[in-house]
């Protein structure tokens, strides 16, 4: 559940577009080429990434901590999301 916490802060951090980019794709780009990127989507981008993660965890530890699979569904559901919404977010990087 801390990571779920942590995850969550972070996202809600982004959400408000405040706080630092951790995306692969902005951290990789050099000075002058991370000016010219619409932070905005990046940071929409991050937030919905981590947030779909903070769930996750967050899912897991009721799951653990209730024994109901439901919780167990919702978070390989959550997953599933963030890997689709993951690609399609790409695709559209490269394009």
Request: charged share 20%; net charge positive.
């Amino acid at each position: 559940m801390i990571v779920a916490y942590l995850l969550l802060s972070y996202a809600n951090m982004t959400r408000k577009k405040e706080g630092p980019i951790y995306s692969s794709f902005y951290l990789n780009l050099s000075e002058e080429e991370q000016k010219q990127v619409d932070t905005d989507r990046e940071y929409k981008r991050v937030t919905i990434l981590y947030g779909l993660i903070g769930l996750f965890f967050v899912f897991l530890g009721l799951m653990i901590m209730t024994l109901l699979k439901v919780f167990g569904y919702l978070a390989i559901l959550c997953l599933l999301i963030d890997v689709i919404y993951f690609f399609a977010s790409f695709s559209k990087l490269n394009s």
